[in-house]
């Protein structure tokens, strides 16, 4: 089952769902959700339904409680984050931040930890437009799989969170290193 | 007391009993068997016995019952009657 | 373990007002909080129809006393044991006249936190307001874990207060907030009541409270690595076996002669100045002689008590429970039930009391009915001075002391009565309800001066007691019986021995004595023996203190020798060879002891148990007595 709890926000109505990114649909303001949940923002029980980065905030409707809703709400959610690519959600407009939330969410999360565990690290160094920078270091430096890890997983992680076409590319790109790069994946594939 | 270690299975995805570890030996728990006591089973799952967890079998008494485990982060002892009911699969990336 | 022998009667009455119980898993350190917030001055008893103890204590907060219950500690709500049942029964409000508390403190140990979570995610789903008290932090950072308190506050919607049970620190913190437990932050829903709802709820807070596990404890490893080890392990465990009876042996000796030696001389002076005799009869030979006997042993008593809080606090009683649970498995038992054996040593009292930590009802019985047949102090004297009478101090039986082998004799013969008798009891009206045996081995911890002195303390107090009422009593009564009525007139012209001898011949004990001397006649014991027998049913010492008097009417100088010669109406000796065995095996299985009795009816519940073990250890001593005496007249005694 997909770990998450709540907690409480300033809003009586309305709870901070706390669930790890990976298991999160796009960010944005949820149209519709799978299964029960969706049974649930149809017929008005919840109110607005909002994906963040490592939360889902959700506000019940007027005169409904969470006392009354609580483990009805919590199950339907459970079941609708087994199917992220089922849910239906606007967009936000992607500025910088909110790009560079992410990215930096996933580089503290298993994107870097992945890399911390073969003896390396990935920072974010800028976000421009759809594109973001990272410094690789330590032992990722040079090392064939960086590119299955920062093109194949971050590339498709922030794509499907953001909904936009990221690209991911590193500080050092010089045209000869990655030229170069690109012919010692090759041989080694 | 010498006896035989059982061999990682072929394939990975064999369960085995937890009973039938040896120390020194590790494993990931899959579950409890279908015909466990309700309250035996509850009792294990609430001690840190539970699906995807890792276990480690620590020592075994002299006499030969009961055996050292340590789960989420606690050593406990099981008698092989309980130790049996446990199903666990080696971890085969450590 | 905490005094025994408490006046545990009547029921603890709590003021209906404020009420905060500790709830948490068993080594948690609940106890340790509970004894920071009351201070030790808890009232304990039962809870109602169980058998179960109940600790309740009281806290000032800001002018306000609230009541602190100590709940026994729990895995689960969902309970397999007595125990937990009376956590799950009270909490719901199940019980009769116990409403549930206003307030629950969660105690829970910070390096397992991943393994209570769930009793957490269970006590919150109770719906009462709930703080969470997270001990051992300092051990968790020391093994490479962290938690974030704040973080972790808000991810669980309750308040969470950092302790260190050991040293005190943080219980202000606590105790001051648990004057206001109406407005303690409570969750916005409940945790799920699913079991793997729940453990994923669970991961989730943890990961919101930036919780590390702690790496497995090194030093705890290493010890056991020595301690659990096949052939090492069983070394260890047997010097500490070895170190038990040391105490009992050796070590407790020269402080044992200085209490006797300081009371000869109080009663000698006593005597000595008091200008009315039966006064000074009283005080010295009843009170002193009697209280004395007992007051001997306190040494002894508080070191074994010492030793086995020091074993405790340390961790090493739930290893010799592990070593020991095949064995006692055999009786149908637990490892845990040995460390109740083994207390029974010392005293059958705290022993019996260390049964609150088997989950088995059915197992606590059978090791409370069994646990008393163990060697335990009280019966020293009494062996002492039978096996003086039975052998020569000089006699050497294949070059070791005969005493000392007779002594071991005695002392295996009651460990392995026990064994057996529960071994019994559990194959045939105790059998098992086979619950899951599992047993946490905490790591090894320092063990805290406060904590061991606290334990030794009550058992000492336990002892004092002891004898300032029961064997105080008695010895006053035993010694008005064996000297009233005074016959002044009839002893006038005799010497001070022969009146005393004459009096005591003639006294109302002697009419009692004699009453019932048919049911000890086939064990050869006369009716001074049968009033020194019944005199010792309130405690085994007594026997001695009052067979010593009879002798010192004699010949005060030398009590031994007056037993050794001492003839019954027939003119033949009292304590002949048979006698004296038959008496060592008599004390051997009898429950000559009020205070274990008492102990029993509180720690059952009942009386149904006390008084069947009363009754099968009185039918087993006389038989036994009586196959004993006829195997020395066969063997030509």
């Known amino acids: ?189 | 007391m010498l006896r035989q270690r059982p061999a990682a299975p072929k394939q990975s995805g064999a369960t085995i009993k937890l009973a039938q570890l040896a120390p020194g030996q590790q494993a990931t728990i899959v579950g409890t068997v279908p015909d466990a006591a309700p309250p035996v089973a509850g009792r294990l799952w609430q001690l840190g016995f539970r699906p995807a967890t890792h276990v480690d079998v620590i020592r075994r008494a002299p006499l030969g019952d009961p055996t050292i485990y340590r789960v989420q982060d606690t050593e406990l002892c099981l008698r092989r009657r309980e130790a049996r009911l446990i199903e666990v699969v080696f971890d085969t990336d450590r | ?637």
């Open chain 1, 1 to 189: 089952m997909i770990p998450m709890h709540a907690t409480a926000t300033a809003d009586s109505r309305q709870l901070r769902w706390v669930v790890a990114p990976a298991h999160l649909p796009p960010v944005g303001t949820v149209r519709r959700a799978p299964g029960r949940l969706g049974g649930l923002l149809d017929s008005g029980m919840i109110e607005e339904l909002v994906v963040r980065t490592g939360d889902v905030l959700i506000t019940l409707g007027a005169g409904k409680s969470w006392h009354q809703l609580g483990d009805q709400v919590r199950d339907a959610l459970a079941d609708a984050l087994l199917t992220p690519g089922d849910w239906r959600v606007d967009a936000v407009s992607c500025d910088n931040a909110l790009l560079a939330q992410i990215a930096s969410e996933l580089l503290d999360g298993p994107i870097g930890a992945l890399a911390a565990s073969h003896g390396g690290s990935i920072q974010l160094v800028s976000v421009t437009g759809n594109n973001v920078t990272v410094r690789i270091a330590g032992a990722c430096n040079g090392c064939p799989a960086v590119d299955s890890t920062l093109h194949g997983r971050l590339e498709s992680e922030l794509r499907r969170r953001v909904g936009k076409p990221v690209t991911v590319s590193t500080e050092t790109n010089s045209l000869p290193s990655t030229l170069g790069k690109k012919l010692l994946s090759l041989i080694l594939r």
């Open chain 3, 1 to 637: 373990m905490t005094s025994c022998h408490d006046s545990g009667g009547g029921p603890v009455a709590v003021a209906s007002t404020r009420r905060i119980a500790l709830v948490g898993s068993p080594n948690a350190g609940k106890t340790s909080v509970f004894n920071h917030l009351t201070g030790l001055r808890a009232k304990t008893g039962n809870y109602p129809g169980v058998t179960v103890g109940r600790s309740v204590g009281t806290v000032k907060v800001d002018g306000v006393t609230i009541a602190v219950e100590d709940l026994p500690g729990t895995y689960s709500l969902d309970a397999i044991s007595p125990d937990e049942q009376v956590v799950t029964d009270l909490l719901a409000g199940a019980f009769d006249h116990i409403e549930p508390p206003g307030a629950i403190v969660l105690v829970a140990d910070a390096t397992t936190l991943r393994r209570s979570i769930l009793l957490v995610a269970q006590v919150i789903r109770l719906g009462l307001p709930c703080l969470l008290a997270l001990t051992m932090g300092d051990e968790l950072t020391v093994r490479g874990g962290r938690v974030d308190v704040d973080a972790l506050s808000a991810a669980l919607g309750i308040p969470v207060t950092a302790v260190v049970a050991h040293r005190g620190s943080g219980i202000d913190d606590l105790r001051a907030q648990l004057g206001t437990f109406d407005r303690w932050q409570r969750p916005p829903i409940l945790p799920p009541s699913d079991p793997e709802a729940a453990d994923a709820w669970g991961k989730s807070v943890l990961d919101a409270a930036d919780y590390a596990a702690p790496r497995p404890d090194q030093r705890t490893n290493r010890i056991d690595q020595v301690v659990l080890h096949p052939v090492w392990g069983v070394g260890v465990f047997f010097a500490v076996m070895f170190a038990f009876f040391q105490i009992v042996f050796t070590v407790a000796a020269p402080l044992q002669d200085l209490v006797g030696q300081g009371l000869t001389w109080i009663g000698g002076r006593v005597t000595g100045h008091s200008g009315n005799s039966i006064l000074g009869g009283l005080i010295g030979d009843g009170i002193i002689g009697g209280v004395g006997t007992v007051l001997q042993f306190v040494p002894q008593i508080m070191l074994l008590f010492l030793l086995i809080a020091l074993l405790e606090n340390v961790g090493y009683m739930a290893r010799a429970a592990f070593l020991m649970d095949r064995v006692m498995a055999r009786t149908g038992l637990e490892g845990r039930a040995f460390v109740a054996m083994l207390s029974s040593f010392a005293c059958a009292v705290p022993g019996i009391m260390a049964t609150r930590t088997l989950p088995s009802s059915r197992d606590r019985i059978a090791t409370v009915l069994s646990a008393p047949l163990m060697t335990c102090s009280a019966r020293l004297p009494v062996y002492t001075l039978l096996i003086g009478l039975l052998v020569a101090p000089q006699t050497r039986w294949w070059g070791f002391s005969a005493q000392g082998i007779t002594m071991f004799l005695l002392y295996l013969g009651g460990g392995t009565a026990a064994l057996i008798s529960a071994w019994l009891f559990k194959s045939t009206i105790l059998r098992s309800d086979l619950l899951p045996f599992t047993m946490e081995l905490p790591p090894y911890r320092f063990p805290y001066p406060k904590a061991v002195l606290v334990a030794m303390w009550g058992a000492a107090k336990m002892f004092l007691r002891k004898a300032g009422t029961i064997i105080l009593a008695t010895s006053l009564v035993l010694w008005t019986l064996l000297n009233l009525p005074p016959r002044g007139a009839e002893t006038a012209h005799l010497s001070p021995t022969d009146a005393t001898a004459y009096v005591m011949d003639r006294s109302y004990a002697a009419d009692v004595g004699k009453a019932i001397e048919p049911v000890f006649e086939p064990l050869g014991f006369d009716w001074r023996t049968d009033i020194a027998l019944v005199g010792s049913l309130s405690a085994r010492e007594v026997f001695v203190s009052t067979l010593g008097q009879v002798a010192a009417a004699t010949d005060p100088a030398d009590p031994r020798e007056a037993l050794m010669t001492m003839t019954d109406d027939h003119g033949r000796r009292v304590f002949a060879a048979p006698t004296v065995v038959a008496l060592l095996l008599y004390f051997m299985f009898a429950l000559q002891c009020m205070s274990t009795v008492a102990v029993m009816r509180r720690e059952t519940n009942s009386w149904r148990w006390p008084a069947l073990a009363f009754g099968y250890m009185f039918v087993l001593a006389w038989v036994m007595a009586f196959a004993a005496r006829s195997i020395a007249i066969g063997l030509g005694a």
